[in-house]
């Protein structure tokens, strides 16, 4: 039986040969569009035709085209580029051991193995939020580029600056220098009803402002490893592309981010997850404002809970979230939260089954208090937990972007409390990913940045500012390990 799999849809990643120059796709990517068509019905003729009466109710399908018309300048083409290491595999062809015969007719015919890294390529969607040039889309779809490009309709190109990313929400935030852009009007999830119709535009395939439409099949779909997203499901057609365009209902507002698919064969089958709007603005603000996505956290493990668990605790109805383990030390641990617990409600909001519970966590500033309503040993009673931050839940760009995207090339995060204890200091950023520069100058993923030009740096958008002002180069201070040493980047 072929298995199913979740996968963002996003094209496929084209890889170029140092040698031939010719470029593979990556086959989980590449994918086959289905073709369709569809008229309208014209509702005389098919009454005069059937003999139906005029009095007969008919269903006519709603007219999305106006909503094209109007938010179509507004949806972007994303383009990325970067690079990613060299697999085993010489240039499409399987590594032979040297003892094979034909171990020497591969290297010759292909010349020899290159190692290290090769060029990658990659397309998504996007749209504009506000008129000054901030643009959101999946962090999935830019993850791991080198250099970002957002394509409007009237042709015109701008490299764009990584804001942040949020991968924990899939949400990225980029910013191209212009004014005076297009924008798309938000709308808000929460009054989606099932069964309405919505509208995507994106790129699917490299297709531009490509519109398909569908209906909302559920409401607050938890899928596995997206804890903090109450996904929006449709029915309508994503496939690789649309990632990151925009999901919109009848009045032309944008309801969500088209995120991912559900397929045995990696295409689309029906089903498509989008991200709702409401987290998105969420995350956008809290990306533009801090840097980075900051959580609340109980520090718990959480299952649901069903009718013979619900009987076996004294329950009427298996509503809830039950609590299987608490994390020692955890906020949780420290309100008096035990394993056997089922918490049915936070800050008044009613859970009605597990997967509820993490976004609305996540959506409380950590050192707030909540109040839980616990079912415990057969009766209800209320707690109070001093909610935590969520770790490691974000990753920031510092690339100074616009003309001079990539000048530091790294990808940092804020230090935890466990990791501060580590170095014996209050400030520093740890690096996720370095590339460009930095990569050049030596510094790798691991390594915590501890100051620029010999000021402390506790923030991205700290050491973001001090690149800006810099010139032709700069002294980082780093620590590897228990090490600390100065490392000089040149920008050029």
């Known amino acids: 039986m072929t298995s199913k799999t979740l996968k963002k849809s996003v094209v496929g990643v084209a890889i170029a040969a140092a040698l031939t120059g010719a470029y593979s796709i990556n086959s989980e990517h590449a994918l086959w569009p289905a073709q369709a068509s569809?008229?309208?019905p014209k509702l005389a003729s098919a009454e005069a035709a059937a003999g139906v009466s005029a009095a007969t109710p008919m269903t006519v399908l709603p007219d999305m085209s106006a909503i094209v018309a109007r938010n179509g300048a507004a949806v972007v083409n994303i383009s990325v580029s970067g690079t990613a290491k060299n697999s085993a595999a010489s240039f499409g062809f399987p590594e032979l051991d040297p003892n094979d015969p034909f171990y020497e007719f591969f290297r010759h015919f292909r010349g020899p193995r290159q190692r290290g890294e090769v060029p990658t390529r990659g397309q998504g969607s996007g749209f504009i939020l506000r008129e000054d040039g901030i643009v959101l889309t999946n962090a999935h779809v830019v993850d791991g580029a080198d250099e970002v490009t957002v394509k409007l309709i009237d042709k015109r190109e701008f490299k764009a600056k990584v804001l942040g990313v949020d991968k924990a929400s899939d949400i990225a935030v980029l910013k191209i220098e212009a004014k005076n852009l297009p924008t798309l009007k938000i709308g808000s999830a929460a009054n989606t009803r099932v069964g309405e119709w919505v509208l995507a535009i994106g790129s699917p395939f490299g297709f531009e402002n490509s519109a398909t439409a569908g209906i909302v099949s559920a409401k607050s779909r938890s899928l596995p490893d997206d804890n903090y997203v109450p996904f929006i499901q449709t029915d309508v057609a994503v496939n690789p592309g649309n990632s990151g365009g925009p999901l919109f209902n009848m009045a032309g507002e944008v309801i969500g981010?088209?995120?991912?698919?559900?397929?045995?064969?990696?295409?689309?089958?029906?089903?498509?997850?989008?991200?709702?709007?409401?987290?998105?603005?969420?995350?956008?603000?809290?990306?533009?404002?801090?840097?980075e996505v900051r959580r609340g956290r109980l520090g718990v493990m959480i299952q649901e809970l069903n009718q013979s668990l619900a009987e076996s605790f004294g329950m009427k109805s298996a509503k809830g979230a039950l609590i299987s383990s608490?994390?020692?030390?955890?906020?949780?641990?420290?309100?008096?939260?035990?394993?056997?617990?089922?918490?049915?409600?936070?800050?008044?909001?009613?859970?009605?089954?597990?997967?509820?519970?993490p976004p609305l966590v996540a959506d409380i500033k950590p050192g707030d208090t909540a109040k839980l309503q616990v079912w415990r040993k057969g009766s209800s009673r209320e707690i109070e937990v001093k909610v935590g931050a969520q770790k490691d839940t974000s990753v920031a760009s510092a690339d100074?972007?616009?003309?001079?995207?990539?000048?530091?090339?790294?990808?940092?995060?804020?230090?935890?409390?466990?990791?501060?204890?580590?170095?014996?200091?209050?400030?520093?950023?740890?690096?996720?990913?370095?590339?460009?520069?930095?990569?050049?100058?030596?510094?790798?993923?691991?390594?915590?940045?501890?100051?620029?030009?010999?000021?402390?740096?506790?923030?991205?958008?700290?050491?973001?500012?001090?690149?800006?002002?810099?010139?032709?180069?700069?002294?980082?201070?780093?620590?590897?390990?228990?090490?600390?040493?100065?490392?000089?980047?040149?920008?050029g």
């Open 38 to 40: 569809a008229q309208q």
């Open 400 to 491: 100074d972007g616009g003309a001079s995207q990539g000048r530091l090339g790294l990808a940092l995060r804020q230090l935890n409390s466990d990791e501060r204890r580590q170095i014996d200091g209050n400030s520093g950023l740890l690096v996720e990913k370095a590339t460009g520069a930095a990569a050049r100058a030596g510094i790798r993923p691991g390594d915590v940045v501890l100051s620029i030009n010999g000021e402390p740096v506790s923030s991205v958008e700290q050491l973001r500012g001090l690149v800006a002002k810099s010139k032709k180069r700069v002294a980082l201070l780093i620590q590897r390990n228990d090490v600390k040493l100065f490392v000089p980047v040149d920008l």
């Open 257 to 291: 981010i088209n995120s991912q698919i559900y397929s045995r064969t990696g295409g689309y089958q029906g089903l498509s997850f989008a991200i709702p709007i409401d987290v998105v603005m969420k995350v956008e603000e809290q990306i533009v404002k801090y840097g």
């Open 326 to 357: 608490v994390e020692n030390g955890s906020p949780a641990a420290k309100a008096g939260l035990e394993p056997g617990d089922v918490i049915l409600a936070i800050n008044g909001k009613e859970i009605a089954g597990s997967s509820e519970l």
